[in-house]
């Protein structure tokens, strides 16, 4: 157990709908990244927060939004569906989110768009 | 822009042979290259940090190399098991600026046969 939890564990959702993705990072972790997974792409990295600021972005859609509240937890938002988006999406936490920190990952969150 | 590559095809060896899988950069030379184990519909699994200025690390069975010359990265895994079974990535940050990205290889899904 990683100690980072995401909710829900799976979501399938319709074309055009909106979700809500949630992460909750290790205890005392600081920066919480997110990032997508899918069969052709691999991990992409989406966006990455510290102690509710952003401080970087990735390839993240327009559609997409996330914040991380004070207390560190962070929600991924997910707009317009389309069936592209069908992903695994992980959340990760680091302590501070400097370059030589490991990252620990959730379990993911399988969506399906059908 | 900056990209890693990593074997996309699987490898397959033989319980107590070492296992190599080879990642490689473009561009910029990164300060950081981490390695993360990934079990099918897991969260990847931090194993191994090596910065730009180290030649080589180990722990336990497990060796990573960095050859800055050569923009590639090597990670061995020595007296394999058939639990060493899993896909691995590669991952890289602090190049060009992008101190706050954790950019990560398609991975290569190693096979160890009993």
């Known amino acids: 157990d990683s100690g980072v939890t995401q909710t829900p564990k799976h979501l399938i959702t319709a074309t055009g709908q909106r979700v809500t993705l949630r992460c909750s990072p290790r205890?005392?972790?600081?920066?919480v990244y997110w990032y997508q997974q899918s069969l052709d792409q691999g991990l992409q990295f989406l966006i990455h927060?510290?102690?509710?600021?952003?401080?970087a972005k990735g390839n993240i859609l327009e559609r997409f939004s996330a914040q991380q509240f004070p207390d560190l937890h962070s929600e991924l938002n997910l707009s317009s569906l389309e069936l592209g988006d069908s992903a695994l999406y992980f959340c990760?936490?680091?302590?501070?989110?400097?370059?030589?920190?490991?990252?620990?990952f959730g379990s993911g969150t399988q969506l399906s768009v059908l | 822009s900056q990209k890693i590559e990593q074997n996309s095809e699987a490898l397959n060896i033989q319980e107590g042979k070492t296992a190599t899988l080879t990642c490689n950069y473009t561009n910029y030379s990164p300060a950081y290259l981490q390695w993360y184990r990934q079990d099918p519909g897991r969260g990847p699994v931090f194993l191994l940090l090596?910065?730009?200025?180290?030649k080589e690390k180990r722990k336990e069975r497990l060796k990573v190399t960095f050859d800055t010359t050569l923009k590639q990265s090597l990670f061995h895994i020595t007296a394999s098991q058939p639990a060493d079974s899993a896909t691995y990535l590669c991952a890289q940050t602090g190049y060009g600026g992008a101190t706050n990205k954790l950019i990560f290889g398609t991975g290569t899904l190693l096979a160890v046969q009993p």
């Open positions: 927060y510290y102690n509710g600021e952003e401080r």
């Open positions: 205890s005392g972790d600081l920066s």
């Open positions: 090596i910065r730009e200025n180290e």
């Open positions: 990760a936490s680091s302590v501070t989110g400097l370059p030589n920190e490991k990252l620990f």
